[in-house]
């Protein structure tokens, strides 16, 4: 009975913490609220406050990663990044490093960590070209000293010409001329950098290339919709709303196309 109370409470703590996590992270506002906006002639320092602001924020980046603190992580803990970016690739400089770990985060894997960082300049975060400079500066800031400016460039650079144009909301809503199909919007919503479909590996949550067989559709509409009603063994509430909340899923989905998220699990048998 203790132990079953332990874990409850621990259930309650985590989904509070989480709870708290996606209340930092905006959800329906539009961005950028007026101090934000980013002028080529901000100075470094400038530039660091704003990228810290868009790592808790917009970019998400908070829901995964961690800043300064100690113990085992499932990501990458940020904290000191500022001094080993340098020195993580051979001839690659800070900046180059972090940009890519930014816009082609699965060219360097760290050590010890799985891919499942999605590339933040895409669908759904967006992150222009002048937001990730914000960022690089405030990862620099974390343990190092930032030398980027807003007019550094970098391998990446102008990758993502349409958001840079312009104030990208938070999440981009699903626009109507996009069409994708089941398999589409499991990548689009990030699915797949939690949910593997063609193995049976658990990644952050269980795989679910058996799913067709061990639930019902009605269950896996329940664990899209409503994801901490009901765990699956072993595995952390809070986590999964916590990042679709981040990239407005819930706000944004169409019913059409959850039901196409739905047949897709649902197709996965195990073969
Ligand atoms: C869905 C979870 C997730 C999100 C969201 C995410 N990351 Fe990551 N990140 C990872 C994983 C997993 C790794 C380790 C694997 C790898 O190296 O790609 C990683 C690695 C990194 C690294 C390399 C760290 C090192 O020690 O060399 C940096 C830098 C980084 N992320 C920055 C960011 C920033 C900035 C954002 C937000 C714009 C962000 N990440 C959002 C999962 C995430
Ligand atoms: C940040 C990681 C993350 C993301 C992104 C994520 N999930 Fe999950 N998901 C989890 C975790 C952890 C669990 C296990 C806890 C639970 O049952 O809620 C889970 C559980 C599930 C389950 C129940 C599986 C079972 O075996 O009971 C389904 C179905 C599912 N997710 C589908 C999705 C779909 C569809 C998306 C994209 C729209 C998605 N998930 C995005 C982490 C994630």
Redesign the pocket.
């Known amino acids: 009975m203790r132990h079953v109370i332990g874990i409850f409470v621990f259930t309650i703590l985590t989904t509070m913490f989480y709870y708290y996590v996606g209340q930092m992270v905006p959800q329906k506002e539009t961005y950028p609220p007026e101090e934000l906006t980013i002028s080529k002639d901000l100075t470094t320092d400038q530039m660091v406050e704003i990228g810290e602001q868009?790592?808790g924020g917009k970019?998400?980046?908070l829901?995964?990663?961690t800043i300064g603190e100690s113990g085992a992580h499932?990501?990458?803990d940020?904290g000191g990044?500022g001094n080993?970016?340098a020195s993580?690739v051979q001839g690659q400089s800070a900046v180059e490093?972090?940009a890519e770990?930014?816009y082609d985060?699965?060219a360097?894997?760290?050590d010890g960590?799985?891919?499942?960082?999605?590339a933040?300049h895409r669908a759904p975060?967006n992150?222009n070209d002048d937001e990730i400079l914000t960022?690089i500066a405030y990862?620099q800031s974390l343990g190092g000293t930032p030398d980027v400016t807003m007019s550094s460039s970098h391998s990446f650079t102008g990758q993502n010409p349409a958001a840079a144009a312009g104030a990208a909301p938070v999440a981009a809503a699903p626009s109507m001329s996009e069409n994708l199909d089941g398999a589409g919007l499991y990548e689009k919503y990030?699915c797949n950098?939690?949910h593997s479909v063609d193995t049976d590996a658990p990644l952050i949550g269980p795989s679910l290339y058996d799913a067709g067989n061990r639930m019902s559709t009605a269950d896996i509409y329940e664990s899209i919709v409503d994801p901490d009603a009901k765990l699956a063994d072993g595995y952390p509430g809070g986590v999964m709303i916590a990042?679709l909340n981040g990239m407005n899923f819930y706000d944004s989905v169409s019913p059409k196309d959850l039901k196409k998220l739905v047949d897709y699990i649902a197709s996965k048998k195990g073969n």
């Open positions: 868009i790592v970019g998400t980046c829901t995964c990663h499932r990501f990458p940020l990044i080993t970016a993580r490093y972090l770990s930014i985060p699965n360097y894997i760290v960590y799985v891919a499942g960082m999605p933040m975060t992150l960022i990862l990030l950098t939690c990042t």
